[in-house]
Protein backbone atom coordinates (compact mmCIF):
# COMPACT_ATOMS: atom_id res chain seq x y z
CA UNK A 1 0.00 0.00 0.00
CA UNK A 2 3.15 2.46 0.53
CA UNK A 3 3.75 2.67 -3.09
CA UNK A 4 0.89 3.96 -4.23
CA UNK A 5 2.03 6.89 -2.43
CA UNK A 6 4.56 7.20 -4.85
CA UNK A 7 2.05 6.87 -7.88
CA UNK A 8 0.87 10.25 -9.72
CA UNK A 9 -1.42 9.97 -11.77
CA UNK A 10 -4.75 10.30 -9.54
CA UNK A 11 -6.79 7.86 -11.90
CA UNK A 12 -3.97 4.89 -11.85
CA UNK A 13 -3.66 5.24 -8.30
CA UNK A 14 -7.58 4.84 -7.70
CA UNK A 15 -7.27 1.58 -9.75
CA UNK A 16 -4.47 0.32 -7.62
CA UNK A 17 -6.00 1.28 -4.69
CA UNK A 18 -9.30 -1.28 -5.39
CA UNK A 19 -6.73 -3.44 -6.83
CA UNK A 20 -5.07 -3.95 -3.15
CA UNK A 21 -8.32 -3.57 -1.71
CA UNK A 22 -9.91 -6.31 -3.29
CA UNK A 23 -6.55 -8.88 -2.35
CA UNK A 24 -6.96 -8.24 0.93
CA UNK A 25 -10.45 -8.55 1.53
CA UNK A 26 -10.21 -12.21 -0.55
CA UNK A 27 -7.04 -12.80 1.82
CA UNK A 28 -9.91 -11.67 4.56
CA UNK A 29 -12.65 -14.01 3.47
CA UNK A 30 -11.63 -17.25 4.87
CA UNK A 31 -10.85 -16.04 8.03
CA UNK A 32 -14.47 -14.27 8.89
CA UNK A 33 -15.55 -16.59 11.12
CA UNK A 34 -11.47 -16.17 13.51
CA UNK A 35 -12.08 -12.73 12.85
CA UNK A 36 -15.79 -12.34 13.87
CA UNK A 37 -15.33 -14.86 16.87
CA UNK A 38 -11.65 -12.40 18.30
CA UNK A 39 -13.90 -9.21 17.53
CA UNK A 40 -11.87 -7.85 14.95
CA UNK A 41 -14.83 -8.03 12.48
CA UNK A 42 -18.09 -7.16 13.04
CA UNK A 43 -21.27 -9.31 11.88
CA UNK A 44 -22.14 -6.31 10.02
CA UNK A 45 -18.74 -6.31 7.99
CA UNK A 46 -18.90 -10.00 7.12
CA UNK A 47 -22.11 -9.54 5.82
CA UNK A 48 -20.93 -6.79 3.43
CA UNK A 49 -17.74 -8.58 2.90
CA UNK A 50 -19.41 -10.20 -0.83
CA UNK A 51 -20.76 -6.88 -1.64
CA UNK A 52 -18.00 -5.14 -1.19
CA UNK A 53 -15.44 -8.06 -3.20
CA UNK A 54 -18.40 -7.90 -6.10
CA UNK A 55 -18.38 -4.41 -6.16
CA UNK A 56 -14.55 -3.73 -6.32
CA UNK A 57 -14.58 -6.66 -9.34
CA UNK A 58 -17.04 -4.74 -10.99
CA UNK A 59 -15.22 -1.76 -11.11
CA UNK A 60 -12.16 -3.00 -12.26
CA UNK A 61 -13.60 -5.34 -14.99
CA UNK A 62 -13.15 -2.20 -17.10
CA UNK A 63 -9.07 -2.02 -16.61
CA UNK A 64 -8.18 -5.97 -16.99
CA UNK A 65 -6.46 -5.90 -19.69
CA UNK A 66 -4.22 -2.41 -18.41
CA UNK A 67 -3.61 -4.23 -15.28
CA UNK A 68 -2.68 -7.89 -17.22
CA UNK A 69 -0.21 -6.10 -19.44
CA UNK A 70 0.90 -3.64 -16.60
CA UNK A 71 1.61 -6.82 -14.74
CA UNK A 72 2.98 -8.78 -18.07
CA UNK A 73 0.40 -11.86 -17.92
CA UNK A 74 1.39 -13.86 -20.88
CA UNK A 75 -1.38 -14.36 -23.15
CA UNK A 76 -1.72 -17.91 -22.77
CA UNK A 77 -2.89 -17.39 -19.43
CA UNK A 78 -5.58 -14.63 -20.37
CA UNK A 79 -7.23 -16.01 -23.59
CA UNK A 80 -9.23 -18.52 -21.08
CA UNK A 81 -10.60 -15.74 -19.25
CA UNK A 82 -14.05 -14.04 -20.82
CA UNK A 83 -13.69 -10.85 -19.46
CA UNK A 84 -10.38 -10.51 -21.25
CA UNK A 85 -11.62 -12.31 -24.64
CA UNK A 86 -13.53 -10.00 -27.28
CA UNK A 87 -16.65 -11.85 -28.87
CA UNK A 88 -16.19 -12.13 -32.52
CA UNK A 89 -18.67 -9.39 -34.26
CA UNK A 90 -20.29 -12.53 -36.58
CA UNK A 91 -20.43 -15.63 -34.53
CA UNK A 92 -20.50 -13.46 -30.95
CA UNK A 93 -18.54 -16.32 -29.64
CA UNK A 94 -15.14 -14.82 -27.47
CA UNK A 95 -11.58 -16.12 -29.10
Known amino acids: MAALDSVTDSATRAV ?3 LCALFL ?3 VAPRTGELLADGRMSAEQVR ?3 DTVERLTAALAPHLTALAEACDVP ?3 LSGLPLLSVPDPVTR ?3
Open 16 to 18: LGE
Open 48 to 50: ALP
Open 25 to 27: LEA
Open 93 to 95: RTG
Open 75 to 77: EEH
